[in-house]
T-cell receptor, first 109, second 115 residues
């Protein structure tokens, strides 16, 4: 069974401070991990995926298979980063996307 | 707007009534997914279609739930004999099949309240 854990429901960070949203997963196969974001009054959207190793809106995430983690990081938080963030794992076998419970990030001006 | 659309956006119904939701995916997407999201939880997978074929169903999808995608375009999700526990946000998403199937585009959701 696949599972995604986001231990923090709420996270508040001052503007300009570093941000780290934690994500841990359990999966027997080779994981494909993603971060989705939902801004206020907007729909859920893909932020980034580990396989592309890209930086989107200053965010990066590194897959650590040893620690089974996929934490989302940004060196300097901006007010527009306030949103709900979901970590998700995709199983190519059954085509299921499994989401964590989400972390609400609030950037304090 | 060429994104995924869902109708209605809100539905209030009495326990025991039947409800039906509609999802229109992005036109070139052949995959369509339904999720349910309750308060404080992430979206939970319910079912998905590739074209008109329903390929996977979660055990969350009880016998009271049925989903269709008759022509491989829009999809409907019906809940019969609604219960208070069915109150949730129902999300639809679409994608292309193949190596990009994980890149799902979500609709705004239908919020169901069962009284």
């Amino acid at each position: 069974a696949q599972r995604v854990t986001q231990p923090e429901k709420l996270l508040s960070v001052f503007k300009g401070a570093p941000v780290e949203l934690k994500c841990n997963y359990s999966y027997s196969g080779s994981p494909e991990l993603f971060w989705y974001v939902q801004y206020s009054r907007q729909r859920l959207q893909l932020l980034l995926r580990h396989i592309s190793r890209e930086s989107i809106k200053g965010f990066t995430a590194d897959l650590n298979k040893g620690e089974t983690s996929f934490h989302l990081k940004k060196p300097f938080a901006q007010e527009e980063d306030s949103a709900m963030y979901y970590c998700a794992l995709f199983n190519f076998g059954n085509e299921k996307l499994t989401f964590g419970t989400g972390t609400r990030l609030t950037i304090i001006p | 707007d060429t994104g995924v659309s869902q109708d209605p956006r809100h539905k209030i119904t009495k326990r025991g009534q039947n409800v039906t939701f509609r999802c229109d995916p992005i036109s070139e997407h052949n995959r369509l997914y339904w999720y349910r999201q309750t308060l404080g939880q992430g979206p939970e997978f319910l079912t998905y279609f590739q074209n008109e074929a329903q390929l996977e169903k979660s055990r969350l999808l009880s016998d009271r739930f049925s989903a269709e995608r008759p022509k491989g375009s829009f999809s409907t999700l019906e809940i019969q004999r609604t219960e208070q526990g069915d109150s949730a946000m129902y999300l639809c998403a679409s994608s292309l099949s193949g190596h990009r199937s994980y890149e799902q585009y979500f609709g705004p959701g239908t919020r169901l309240t069962v009284t």
